[in-house]
């Protein structure tokens, strides 16, 4: 599969790389290694030891790096090799490091031309900054494409019916939608009027079960597949400022091609205190539940069914809701392309 290289991917919670840590994680069909050095700054390198190919994650933490586990060869967060037991170290004992950065409570992780790695692409998910918000994380494992997450996400209309008695409500199909494009950020705005909402919606923000409100959720993507949900709702005629709302964050990174990494929280104030912290987590607990035994077994299920077939390929119906989901395939088909033209113009004039 063509991946988006020049652009910022998750590679984990920031707390998912301890002191410790040898983080061995897939990302866009490519091993790699995460840790921290001796400062406690995130390192990424390729998980593939250069010698005999060993994984560098069953090794160990050594001053200045990491130890393979194989004949002992040590390498710093740069990649390079610093120790050889066996005596010099050959020049090709180098190890494929990567750009990272810890920004948001997230690792961030550049795939491609590392000099044009800018930590100012990274979306604004300041929302998950620690001092400013308590950030109740989740992270599940999906047996399908990653776009097709950014699908669900980008048309919410499936609500309705996939997640009827937890997210869902009778008034999803009459839902006022918009979609807007600002640069390469796609935004999906979708708002009921009169809905009644599960309970569970009820309880989380703290509203008497049965009143009609007016319901938001607005999606905002940003390639490759990280989005920033503002989902919040009022008492019917009320304005957006009395109402409760929370942000939600959904990231997807690609694994391989039919496989995905799923990253996703609620956010409270600080400001809320404990209160905050408990809401947030009974929030992203309730949401675990649909999104684990609703969305990812329909993911997975579509993932099969489409196969090693192009989605295009497949001539997909289109519906209303797709809208915004449309918007954002074609603006990343797009930034694929281009860096694959870009990248053959280079080549040819090498």
């Not at 309970?199 to 989380?204: A, D, I, N, P, W």
């Not at 809320?272 to 949401?287: D, I, K, P, T």
């Not at 390929?313 to 033209?341: C, F, N, Q, T, Y």
Request: net charge negative; aromatic share 8%.
């Amino acid at each position: 599969m063509t991946y988006l290289r020049n652009v910022w991917y998750v590679a984990a919670w920031d707390k998912e790389v301890g002191a410790d840590t040898l983080l061995n994680r897939t990302l866009l069909d490519e091993p790699v290694l995460l840790f921290r050095d001796d400062a406690g700054t995130v390192q990424a390198l390729s998980n593939r030891c250069p010698h005999r190919f060993a994984p560098l994650h069953m090794g160990r933490k050594v001053e200045g790096g990491v130890q393979c586990p194989y004949h002992g060869l040590q390498f710093n967060g740069q990649g390079q090799c610093i120790h050889n037991p066996q005596g010099n170290i050959p020049k090709a004992a180098v190890v494929k490091s990567y750009p990272v950065v810890e920004k948001h409570s997230l690792i961030w992780l550049w795939m491609g031309d590392a000099a044009r790695a800018d930590a100012a692409l990274i979306p604004d998910f300041s929302c998950m900054d620690p001092e400013r918000s308590y950030v109740a994380k989740r992270y599940l494992h999906v047996k399908a494409n990653y776009v097709l997450e950014t699908d669900n996400i980008m048309d919410l209309s499936h609500i309705q019916f996939l997640h009827p008695g937890t997210l869902g409500s009778g008034a999803v199909a009459d839902a006022i939608t918009s979609v807007e494009q600002k640069g390469n950020t796609v935004y999906s705005n979708r708002q009921t009027v009169g809905d009644i909402l599960p309970e569970f919606l009820y309880k989380q923000r703290r509203l008497p079960v049965g009143l009609p409100v007016d319901r938001w959720i607005d999606v905002r993507w940003d390639a490759p597949a990280s989005m920033l949900l503002k989902a919040g709702s009022v008492a019917t005629g009320r304005p957006r400022s009395e109402g409760v709302e929370n942000d939600v964050v959904h990231l997807f990174t690609p694994e391989t091609e039919k496989t995905s990494h799923y990253w996703f929280s609620v956010c409270n104030p600080v400001s809320m205190g404990e209160e905050g912290a408990q809401r947030a987590e009974e929030f992203v607990s309730g949401l675990q539940r649909p999104f684990t035994h609703e969305d990812l077994p329909m993911l997975e299920a579509q993932q099969a069914m489409i196969g090693d077939a192009d989605f295009w390929s497949l001539k997909p119906v289109l519906l209303a809701g797709d809208a915004g989901a449309v918007r954002a395939r074609r603006v990343l088909d797009k930034l694929i392309a281009d860096e694959r033209k870009d990248a053959e113009t280079a080549a040819h004039a090498a």
